[in-house]
T-cell receptor, first 113, second 110 residues
Framework: NAGVTQTPKFQVLKTGQSMTLQCAQDMNHNSMYWYRQDPGMGLRLIYYSASEGTTDKGEVPNGYNVSRLNKREFSLRLESAAPSQTSVYFC????????????FGQGTRLTVV | GQQLNQSPQSMFIQEGEDVSMNCTSSSIFNTWLWYKQEPGEGPVLLIALYKAGELTSNGRLTAQFGITRKDSFLNISASIPSDVGIYFCAGQLNNNDMRFGAGTRLTVKP
């Protein structure tokens, strides 16, 4: 049982390059999330998808786009990478309220030079 | 955005000691979750709490949902070297966003 799978695990981009981070879950959850983790900041929500076909902005959406391709897959795209987007990115899927639990992938460590 | 206040930021303890960390918020939650993150990995769920006053254990870990619904704590008893990592709290109210603390980095000296 893989849970939440993210690819790639590591990536180095030059400023201005684009890339897509992939995420897939096999737990049949409706809700999926993208977070970024920076030192001393905890996890901050970039975008989320409450169900297939819907996406919404989180706390720090600027510079990112997302696609909920189907129930399993939720991708995060950086159209023009900036050094401020150097971070570790986590995808999560979640069991909803009233007993929510979030399950995370292993993360993508992105460096923008 | 609103973050939870998690303390302490870091702890250096001797193997065998007990550990206590907590999370506070100015807002109420009806869910508190505790996660552990090891280097190069994603956060892994340790304990989930859904009711004010609830006390739940998972092996040597015990967590409590504060009765005011604005705080939670996590205790680790008789620490061992593999307890090393960053511990995060997370709170959620109804269907709103799940909010995370900045983490407590735990180091255990053998």
């Amino acid at each position: 049982n893989a849970g939440v799978t993210q690819t790639p695990k590591f990536q180095v981009l030059k400023t201005g390059q684009s890339m897509t981070l992939q995420c897939a879950q096999d737990m049949n959850h409706n809700s999926m999330y993208w977070y970024r983790q920076d030192p001393g900041m905890g996890l901050r929500l970039i975008y989320y998808s409450a169900s297939e076909g819907t996406t919404d902005k989180g706390e720090v959406p600027n510079g990112y786009n997302v696609s909920r391709l189907n129930k399993r897959e939720f991708s995060l795209r950086l159209e023009s990478a900036a050094p401020s987007q150097t971070s570790v990115y986590f995808c999560a899927s979640k069991i909803p309220f009233p007993r929510p639990k979030a399950f995370f992938g292993q993360g993508t460590r992105l460096t923008v030079v | 955005g609103q973050q939870l206040n998690q303390s302490p930021q870091s702890m250096f303890i001797q193997e065998g000691e007990d550990v206590s960390m907590n999370c506070t918020s100015s807002s109420i939650f009806n869910t508190w979750l505790w996660y552990k993150q090891e280097p190069g990995e994603g956060p892994v769920l340790l304990i989930a709490l859904y009711k004010a006053g609830e006390l739940t254990s998972n092996g040597r870990l015990t967590a409590q949902f504060g009765i005011t619904r604005k705080d939670s704590f996590l205790n680790i008893s008789a620490s061992i070297p593999s307890d090393v990592g960053i511990y995060f709290c997370a709170g959620q109210l109804n269907n709103n966003d799940m909010r995370f603390g900045a983490g407590t980095r735990l180091t255990v000296k053998p």
